[in-house]
């Protein structure tokens, strides 16, 4: 339990921090690095989340709602981000 609850933690950290890092960027190439890095690791959270619910740790319904939400949000701007002219 205490394994699988530092890597959701790791996982979770690495998404706005990735998100930020990829801010600083001046290329829309090296920005949508950055936050399709975010998207795997908000990928990867989420399989934690059902990972802990299958093992009968909790219900992550909730937090499943949230990551769809952040997961949303990612995208849209990422399409915004390759599609916009500069």
Not at 18 to 39: L, M, P, T, W
Request: no cysteine; net charge positive.
């Amino acid at each position: 339990m205490y394994g699988l609850g530092a890597q959701m933690r790791r996982s979770a950290v690495s998404i706005p921090a990735n998100i930020a890092e990829g801010f600083k960027e001046k290329s829309r190439v090296d920005k949508a690095r950055y936050f399709n890095i975010a998207q795997g690791s908000l990928e990867e959270t989420r399989y934690y989340i059902i990972l802990s619910h299958d093992l009968g740790y909790g219900d992550g319904t909730n937090m499943l709602g949230m990551i769809e939400e952040v997961s949303k949000l990612l995208n849209g701007y990422l399409k915004g981000l390759l599609t916009s002219v500069s």
